[in-house]
């Protein structure tokens, strides 16, 4: 692998995988703004941190099946959740606000990093950062 830019003609479609399928307000159905890799999750085989709802922003864990190539959507086998989804952020944007916040995550050094804004229009209303450890269930 060669450092650089990342280009299409070096992006390999391997298959899929579904998320898990829970029909909370807050998961998986409305995710979208943050994800990242875990290398040290599940045993050493790698998990996935995302959020679910954008007005809640509140982080899973899930594992990462080996990915199918299928046509079929109902094909594909469903990752499972390690850790709920749960309020990571302190309540730091209060419980909700119904401004889209832009979000982050990133796994650094043992520890999950979350930040992010909420923006109205042009103007930054609110930021943080909230640094945790990877194992966050109450």
Known sequence: ???GPL?????????????????????????GEAL???PSG???????FGTGHNHLTQVSEITIPTP????????????????PFTEIRGGLFGDRYFEIPRVGLEVVNNKLYFVGAI?????VIRQAMVMCPLTYQH
């Open 1 to 3: 692998m060669t450092s």
């Open 119 to 123: 923006i109205c229009r042009t103007t």
């Open 42 to 48: 599940n045993g050493g085989k790698g998990s996935l």
């Open 68 to 83: 199918v190539k299928s046509k079929s959507v109902s094909s594909l086998p469903y990752a499972e959740t390690l850790q």
């Open 7 to 31: 280009s299409t003609q070096s992006i390999v479609y391997e298959g899929g995988f579904r998320l898990p399928d829970e029909s909370m307000e807050h998961g998986w159905l409305w995710s």
């Open 36 to 38: 990242t890799f875990n």
